[in-house]
């Protein structure tokens, strides 16, 4: 028996578990839960971080681990951070960086929810998994599953890109293509587990891929200097990042690693399946399936978020926006960034600059703002 210091807090409701064992969403309103930690580690022990291995796990103070355990881990996370000139000339805005998560394992920022999940499940004794996926966490899930030894069925969309699946089936797992979108997909991954007793690894259907996730703001953070951006724009699919942020940005200002206001969050989403950009525009406090979603960014294409309510607060709270770009545009930017600045941009990375320019066109987002675009995936992955 490991000893863990959190509990599980649920998103929506006032339930609260003990996180021993396996946990799905909240068993009172089926919301997802978020992990609350006992205790958070005092600013002094920043210094201690210079000595630690250069990935996402340097930050395991913060992160599900009990003292004892190690991590199933690709290495993933630490990845850089890098001015984009090009943007900056074409925006007007004075300093905007590009977090290159193209350079993760697997190809995107996907590892690093899924090393966090699939080390809480191992740990609990999982002897299978499965996830619908819009492509890259069904990469992910492959390689961390094999690493754990512990077989994968995948469910994605027939019509995510090529590449994408030769690196699902490459890392060995069993890949079952569906007619229709990732809420399809999650319909019939939640059928096999209840067959087989697979674990299914959602986003938000387990509460462990934010605290993953998370490991963007704290890398952000210390890579700034502990200073944090004024905006950070994100490209939203299922929200994990941007809600993982969210989360740990408060973490970080309540355990006095950091101060002052914290940054905007802006949800960038495709014209074609929007329903972030839909609610928040309403004012509503949740989303709305949307109909029909279409995009080639595949990783946007989740037509109703598990945590939209959550997402929708994360950008409220901060005075940030939810803005939609067209498919050309962002095919457009994706190449036109990996031409001009050598990154290999992917077409949900590209929305984020069509969305800054829009931004900022619209007066939303200052010239004098600094600025952090995720690229979340590699774009080879996707040609
Ligand atoms: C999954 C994915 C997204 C969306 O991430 P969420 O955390 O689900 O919002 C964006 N871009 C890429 C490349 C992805 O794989």
Known sequence: MTSINWDLECSHCSATSSADGL????????????????DAPSPAKKSELANRPWDMWRYREWLPLAPNESPVTLGEGMTPLLRVPSVERLTGVRTVWVKDEGQNPCGSFKARG????????????????????AGNAGVALAAYGTRAGVPVTVFAPRTTPDTILRQIRLFGAELILLDGHIG????????????????????????????????LGLELAEQMGWQLPDCILYPTGGGTGLIGMWKVFRELRDAGWVSGKLPRLFSVQADGCAPVVKAFAQGNDATEPWPDPQTVASGLR?????????????????????????????SAASVSVAASEGID???EGGATVVALQKLVDQ???????????FNTGAGWLYR
């Open 23 to 38: 946990h799905s969403v909240c068993t009172d309103c089926g919301d997802p839960w978020l992990v609350r930690y006992h």
């Open 114 to 133: 899924l090393s966090a999940a699939v080390t809480r499940a191992v740990g609990a004794g999982v002897k299978a998994f499965t996830i619908p996926t």
């Open 184 to 215: 399809d997909c999650g319909n019939a991954a939640r059928q096999l587990a209840s067959e087989i007793g697979a674990w299914d690894v959602s986003t938000l259907r387990e509460p462990y891929r934010i605290e993953g996730k998370k490991t």
């Open 302 to 330: 989740v037509p109703s978020p598990l945590g939209g309510r959550i997402i929708l607060e994360a950008v409220r709270e901060t005075n940030g926006d939810a803005v939609a770009v067209s498919d050309e545009d962002l």
């Open 345 to 347: 941009v992917c077409p």
């Open 363 to 373: 007066g939303r987002i200052a010239p004098a703002e600094s600025v952090v675009l």
